[in-house]
């Protein structure tokens, strides 16, 4: 349409020129306005070079003269000429101006009154970079048809342009305009196309809306805009395009759009939209796009949806909340190009869609979609048709079995293939080597296994590659260096072996490394150092030793560093001082030595510190970092000293003591107490066989593991089958099971949401082990809240499991128990030293006081080693400060607990407590 008017009125007055060029006439003020125009814009390329007085101004560049008004100007065209400066107010001298376009241009400023252009028809200022508000002498361009200020920096409300009653087109997108779209722009009864997208404009879209009888396209995408969509824009018979996506609009689609027969366009994605889709929506014919993604609708898909929408090209209707079976109807819709289906509910066999052949883009991720071994990927054979495939995603469902060989046999366009999530097993087909244009490429969280030498090599445009949470095995190949383009590499929780190839450090645009949970040996190769885009480093439990290289402070876009978990020697290097941008360094378990280096309290952005478990000595440092003792964790370093608070350890030595009579006997008796301890402890180990030093913490909710889905927690407990039940509770059962994720043994705590109190001692929970890590403390991996198979919410903690069960069987022998289980006098000493040193860590150490409440035999977990690990912080409380009393959600507590267990007067009424109750739960414990 604009195109069009534009050519019209060109083709008008076009006859001016040749009329110019034959008189030696004109009007001179017009000449001077162009004149004034010109030398108050930069003109680069020498655009405006024709400009002069010895040429006609009506054969200038971008000037045309009208024809019924000799040596008028009626037209002024400069567009994408690379001028920039500010609209002179003369070019408001050219009264009979029609058409004023300077689009994508560099020019600037606010927009120059133009009240005496009462002739114009057009304006085209867009791709500028305008400022201020729109000026109400606009409004005097009564006879204006075309109006577009888009991509500027233009703000303030849209009511000046409610006198313009003859615009056609206005298209104002990509600014700064707020406030609400005003009623009275509504009287714009001859608007056509109306493009306010990209802007702040809040409040609801106006009801009257319906009134724009001839609109043909409307566009108010990325606002602010709330309310529900007016029914009435069913009244716009004419309408074929509406893209309302990336707004707060609610409510439900209205049934009203099943009479927009001429809809080609349709898009209210990413808003809060409910209910189901209505079924006149799936019968317009003539729709070629239609996006319904990332909202809250439910319902089913038509069967027939192939055939009742004929021409249709983009069909996004992913994040949402669609159920059944995906159509094998919409196989026949030979338009298709992109399909996005991801993040339903959908069941059952992924349709054919060999018929597709334009289809470039397919996403069924994260639904409940299947495919065995026996069923061969059927529908993998139809895409092999698809040339023109570069987007495929079926990562999170239930897909099983080995890769086809097939898949080499794809697209060679395709650029992105996510199969993660998955049941997929065996070894990976050498024939992926055929996908030479691939860049992303997700095999994650299946139990794939093998090596990936034989694959790996031809794909040099790689720049992701995700293969963690698989059981890949062999060493990681030196081919890796030829992948000069990757980014990001994630190879961690498989069985790799052998050094890292120092061939990683010539991957200059890495920024993202993980190698961690994996069997290799050796150090960390200085090669690392040269990864100058490393924004992250995951090393842990990967076996490494040696020295932390000096060379890592050379990388200083780091922003993460994991090294956790490995047998890491010698001090930590102070080049570590140059990571200004380092967020959370964790070297915890290793062998390091040595002072904390001075420079860490230095890094102004440090966040999350984890020093633990190590042999470092030496004075804490006070500033930074160590300003916030809930952020750092030193335990298990008996070397430290110093003041800084809220760290528990002694004073450092007085320097004086090394002088004199007293740094003899200091000398004297370091040795000979050395000595004894040493001795002790080897008998006490000997004796005991205990080996505690190597008990190893998993990191705490969320740390390093994603959160797990329902489905990943059926598959890991059998469908939570009643063999793996290990244990029930006043709100929640617990089952043994086996997550790839984490590939540990863990145990599930599911919460029953039907009993009164479930939800807020789940939340309770998460609450007290968010951010509490203690060796005496069951380790808790992560949560889950979902939605089940049926629908309904699902809750569930998943914890590192203890093999030998809680200490209450131990006490107290059972019938259906295996005989012979036996707590000898060491062990009870030890347990219940484990025991206080956790609620020593709970009510001291842990940031902020929590007080168990439920402290009794079958609350202690004994690990593998007979460790005990003190669970089930469900009715947990926290400390609103040291002398008052403990607070839930409010001042006073309802206390819940085990009778017998519990000091004598908590029982249920609304009480103050102290630490000092839980010595009460203590006694009956060994």
């Known amino acids: 349409m604009v195109m069009l008017l534009a050519f019209l009125l060109l083709l008008y007055y076009g006859a001016g020129n040749i009329h110019c060029s034959r008189v030696n006439y004109g009007n001179i003020t017009d000449m001077l306005s162009l004149l004034d125009f010109k030398a108050a814009t930069n003109d680069p390329t020498d655009a405006l070079r024709s400009w002069n007085r010895s040429v006609h101004y009506c054969n200038w560049t971008g000037i ?35 058409i004023l376009d300077l ?38 361009c009564s006879n204006l048809k075309l109006l577009n200020l888009s991509s500027n920096g233009f703000s ?31 009287n714009c009864s001859n608007l056509q196309v109306m493009d306010l997208s990209r802007n702040m404009l809040a409040g609801p879209i106006p009801t009257k809306i319906g009134s724009l009888y001839n609109l043909i396209g409307m566009d108010l995408s990325k606002n602010n805009l709330t309310g529900v969509i007016p029914p009435s824009i069913g009244n716009g018979t004419h309408l074929q395009t509406l893209v309302l996506q990336e707004n707060g ?55 027939d949806i192939g055939a009742t929408l004929p021409e249709i090209i983009v069909f996004t209707l992913g994040q949402n909340m669609l159920q059944g079976h995906i159509p094998p109807s919409l196989g026949n819709a030979s338009g298709l190009q992109v399909i996005d289906l991801s993040s339903n509910n959908f069941v059952g066999e992924i349709p054919s869609f060999g018929k597709l052949l334009n289809l470039e883009y397919l996403n069924l991720g994260h639904s409940m979609l299947e495919s065995s071994e026996s069923q061969r990927w059927e529908s993998l054979y139809g895409l092999t048709n698809c040339s023109n495939l570069f987007m495929l995603s079926l990562d999170n469902n239930q897909l099983q079995g080995a890769i086809p060989d097939l898949v080499g046999k794809l697209s060679t366009h395709l650029t992105s293939l996510h199969l993660s999530g998955n049941n997929l097993s065996g070894i990976v087909p050498s024939s992926l080597a055929n996908l030479t244009s691939i ?37 990681i190949p030196p081919s890796f260096g030829n992948l000069s383009e990757l980014t990001i590499l994630s190879l961690a929780q498989n069985e790799f072996k052998g050094h890292i190839p120092p061939t990683l450090g010539k991957l200059s645009q890495l920024s993202r490394l993980d190698l961690s949970y994996n069997n290799l040996q050796g150090d960390i190769r200085p090669e690392i150092s040269e990864l100058k885009q490393l924004i992250a480093l995951y090393l842990s439990s990967s076996r490494l030793s040696g020295k932390i290289p000096d060379d890592l402070g050379k990388c200083q876009g780091l922003v993460t560093i994991q090294m956790d978990h490995n047998n890491l020697t010698g001090v930590i290097p102070t080049s570590l001082g140059n990571l200004l941008s380092l967020d959370m360094l964790n070297l915890s378990y290793n062998d390091l030595s040595g002072a904390i280096p001075t420079v860490l309290s230095d890094l102004q952005l440090l966040n999350k510190l984890d020093l633990s478990y190590n042999r470092l000595e030496g004075a804490i440092p006070r500033n930074g970092v160590f300003e916030h003792p809930a952020n750092v964790s030193l335990d298990g370093n008996s070397g430290l000293c110093g003041r800084a608070t809220g760290f528990h350890v002694p004073s450092c030595p007085d320097a004086s003591l090394r002088t004199g009579r007293h740094y003899r006997l200091i000398t004297v008796l370091i040795p000979i107490i050395g000595f004894l301890s040493l001795a002790l402890l080897t008998c006490f180990i000997i004796h005991e066989k205990i080996p505690q030093a190597t008990f190893s913490l998993l990191p705490s909710l969320g740390e390093k593991f994603p959160r797990v889905s329902y489905w990943d927690l059926a598959r890991a407990t059998g469908n939570f089958s009643e063999i793996n039940l290990i244990g029930e509770g006043s709100y929640s059962s617990v089952y043994k099971g086996k997550l790839k994720q984490v590939k540990t043994e863990i145990a599930v705590k599911i919460l029953d949401l039907d009993i009164p109190g479930a939800e807020g001692s789940f939340a309770l929970e998460c609450k007290a082990l968010r951010g509490i890590r203690h060796r005496n403390i069951v380790p808790l991996i992560t949560e889950c809240s979902a939605i089940d198979s049926k629908g309904n919410a699902f809750r569930a903690l998943i914890y590192v499991f203890m093999p030998n069960g809680n200490l209450n069987t131990w006490l107290h022998h059972q019938e259906n128990q295996a005989a012979g289980r036996h707590l000898g006098l060491a062990q009870r000493i030890s347990i219940a030293t484990n025991i206080a040193d956790a609620l020593d860590y709970l009510h001291h150490d842990s940031g902020r006081p929590i007080i168990h409440c439920d402290l009794k035999p079958s609350n202690v977990l004994l690990d593998i080693h007979m460790n005990a690990c003190l669970g089930d912080f469900g009715i947990a409380r926290f400390y609103i400060d040291s002398k008052l009393r403990t607070v839930g959600d409010s001042n006073s507590v309802t206390v819940n607990g085990t009778l017998g267990y519990m000091a004598p007067g908590i029982v249920v009424w609304h009480i103050i407590i102290f630490s000092k109750c839980v010595a009460y739960n203590y006694l009956p414990l060994p």
């Open 64 to 98: 045309i003269c009208s024809s019924f008004n000799p040596g008028r100007v009626a037209a002024l065209q400069l567009p994408g000429k690379s001028l920039s400066g500010e609209i002179t107010p003369s070019l408001g001298n050219l009264t009979f101006l029609k």
């Open 103 to 140: 689009s994508s241009n560099g020019f600037s400023g606010q927009l120059t009154p133009l009240n005496q252009l009462h002739e114009l028809v057009i304006l085209d200022l867009s791709t500028n970079s305008f400022q201020g508000i729109i000026p109400d002498s606009l409004t005097n």
């Open 156 to 186: 303030g409300q849209l009511t000046p342009l409610n006198q313009l009653r003859e615009l056609v087109d206005l298209a104002l997108r990509n600014n700064s305009f707020q406030g609400i779209i005003p009623d009275s722009l509504m």
């Open 249 to 303: 609009l609610g409510g439900s689609i209205p049934d009203m759009f099943g009479k927009l027969s001429d809809m080609i366009g349709f898009s209210v994605g990413a808003n809060s939209l409910s209910g189901r889709i209505p079924p006149s929506v799936f019968n317009l014919t003539s729709l070629q796009t239609l996006g319904l993604y990332a909202n809250k609708l439910q319902g089913e898909l038509p069967l």
């Open 439 to 475: 860049i992303d490429l997700d095999l994650s969280n299946n139990s794939l296994t093998g090596t990936i030498e034989g694959w790996l090599g031809s794909l040099k445009k790689l720049q992701s590659l995700d293969l963690h949470g698989n059981n890949f095995v062999g060493f």
